[in-house]
Structure formats: structure tokens, C-alpha cells
Nanobody, 122 residues
Framework: QVHLVESGGGLVQAGGSLRLSCAAS????????MGWFRQAPGKEREFLAAISWSGGSTKYVDSVKGRFTTSRENAKNTVYLQMNSLKPEDTAVYYCAGDPSGFMSTMNYIYWGQGTQVTVSS
């Protein structure tokens, strides 16, 4: 059973940056597609980004494209989300998730972290 733990959240001013990490234990995620999601208060969970098992392919939702970058280090069983030019509307709980299918199009995320809070002040 893969266990995911996010870290790196916090309070940052608008225009600032944060780097989230998602560390996996209990199994390897090296063959998984890994995704990032967020949920703001009163809103539904939103897909943000995904990275293929090799790291060679990524995709982003338009609202974060050009500002957020996801990467991975399979040797460390860890995935990252670098967030730049943060805006107050980026305030949310951020989650990483794992899709064991290995296919970017499947979106079959069955392993989830507990989330980390990101707050962007204006």
C-alpha cells in the first residue's frame, strides 16, 4: 500500500514561490503517473498537473500553466510541485495522488496524500 505525504506548504505573499514535495512510502511510485490537485474552501477538488512515470511528459491546467512545474525523482520516490508567481486565488489545500496505470490519460488516481495548506496573502 503506497502512502503519500505532502510537505512544503505554508503562508506566502502574492508573487512568491513555494515548492511542494510528495514523498511515497510503502511501495515504489516509479511506474505511476503522479498528479497534483487542490481544493479551496467551498470549491470542488481541482486537477492541476500530472507527470508521467519517466518524467518525460507533463500536463497542466491552464490556470497554472507557466507558473507551476511538476517534476520527480524516482530514486527518491518523490514528486515535486514548484509554484511561482503565486496569487491569492491559489490558496487551497494541495494534494498529490498516484495513478498506477502508468497512462496519463487514465486519470485513475487511487492513492492520495493528506494534503498541505497553501495560503497566499495579497
Amino acid at each position: 500500500q503506497v502512502h503519500l505525504v505532502e510537505s512544503g506548504g505554508g503562508l506566502v505573499q502574492a508573487g512568491g514561490s513555494l515548492r511542494l514535495s510528495c514523498a511515497a512510502s510503502g511501495g515504489t511510485i516509479r511506474t505511476y503517473v503522479m498528479g497534483w490537485f487542490r481544493q479551496a474552501p467551498g470549491k470542488e477538488r481541482e486537477f492541476l498537473a500530472a507527470i508521467s512515470w519517466s518524467g518525460g511528459s507533463t500536463k497542466y491546467v491552464d490556470s497554472v500553466k507557466g507558473r507551476f512545474t511538476t517534476s520527480r525523482e524516482n530514486a527518491k520516490n518523490t514528486v515535486y510541485l514548484q509554484m511561482n508567481s503565486l496569487k491569492p486565488e491559489d490558496t487551497a489545500v494541495y494534494y498529490c495522488a498516484g495513478d498506477p496505470s502508468g497512462f496519463m490519460s487514465t486519470m485513475n488516481y487511487i492513492y492520495w496524500g493528506q494534503g498541505t495548506q497553501v495560503t497566499v496573502s495579497s
